[in-house]
């Protein structure tokens, strides 16, 4: 069983586009994550949400909307793509006791966006 | 005051030899030392974590190092295999609020 999915794999898509990835975790956990992971494996956080909240919102442009339907999925939502968007975006979750983050954080596979 | 300044950027060694990476902080105010591991094309995976009022953890060929009035924290891996050969993150835990990661390590062990 995977512990966290994410879709689609890879997306190559045109400059200005609009599109979504999809993130699921059946681990039960209360607390997910959207990072991005450039061409350097710099690793950076954008998003969490805990219980359907939002509750970090690092400095990524408005173009970029975080969508929690439930606890067990978040989306990440890409409008006007650009080439700098291009990276690798991670989904993670974790099981937060109230606001605390753990440093325990399960991954899943990684979207490829390529923006051409 | 956030970052977490990881080397070197990348590492080769001998199967059987010891792989060290070394991570330094300044921020007292960090919470937990966790390092991942990221094999390509696969998400980062927790390898072991220390808390700060720790020396030392141990965990089979892994061993995390702490030094805190260095503020720094290192991890060892004995007996490196060409199976360990990934990209190694350490992370430093803010106020339990998130995490601050190194810029990665890339490990290339040798058979």
């Known amino acids: 069983d995977t512990a966290v999915s994410q879709t689609p794999k890879y997306l190559v898509t045109q400059m200005g586009n609009d599109k979504s990835i999809k993130c699921e975790q059946n681990?039960?956990?209360?607390?997910m994550y959207w990072y991005k992971q450039d061409s350097k494996k710099f690793l950076k956080i954008m998003f969490s949400?805990?219980?359907?909240?939002?509750?970090i919102n690092e400095t990524v442009p408005n173009r970029f909307s975080p969508k929690s339907p439930d606890k067990a999925h978040l989306n990440l939502h890409i409008n006007s793509l650009e080439l700098g968007d291009s990276a690798v975006y991670f989904c993670?979750?974790?099981?937060?006791?109230?606001?605390?983050?753990?440093?325990?954080?399960?991954f899943g596979p990684g979207t490829r966006l390529t923006v051409t | 005051q956030q970052q977490v300044k990881q080397s070197p950027q990348s590492l080769i060694v001998q199967k059987g030899g010891i792989s060290i990476i070394n991570c330094a902080y300044e921020?007292?105010?960090?919470?937990?030392f966790p390092w991942y591991q990221q094999f390509p094309g696969k998400g980062p995976a927790l390898l072991i974590a220390?808390?700060?009022d720790v020396s030392e953890k141990k965990e089979g060929r892994f061993t995390i190092s702490f030094n805190k009035s260095a503020k720094q924290f290192s991890l060892h891996i004995m007996d490196s295999q060409p199976g360990d050969s990934a990209t190694y993150f350490c992370?430093?835990?803010?106020?339990?609020?998130?995490?601050?990661w190194g810029l990665g390590t890339s490990l290339a062990v040798n058979p």
């Open positions: 992370a430093a835990s803010l106020h339990h609020r998130k995490l601050i």
């Open positions: 220390i808390r700060p």
């Open positions: 681990l039960g956990h209360d607390t």
């Open positions: 993670a979750s974790s099981q937060s006791s109230g606001q605390r983050i753990p440093y325990e954080q399960y």
């Open positions: 949400y805990n219980n359907k909240e939002l509750i």
């Open positions: 921020n007292t105010a960090f919470d937990y």
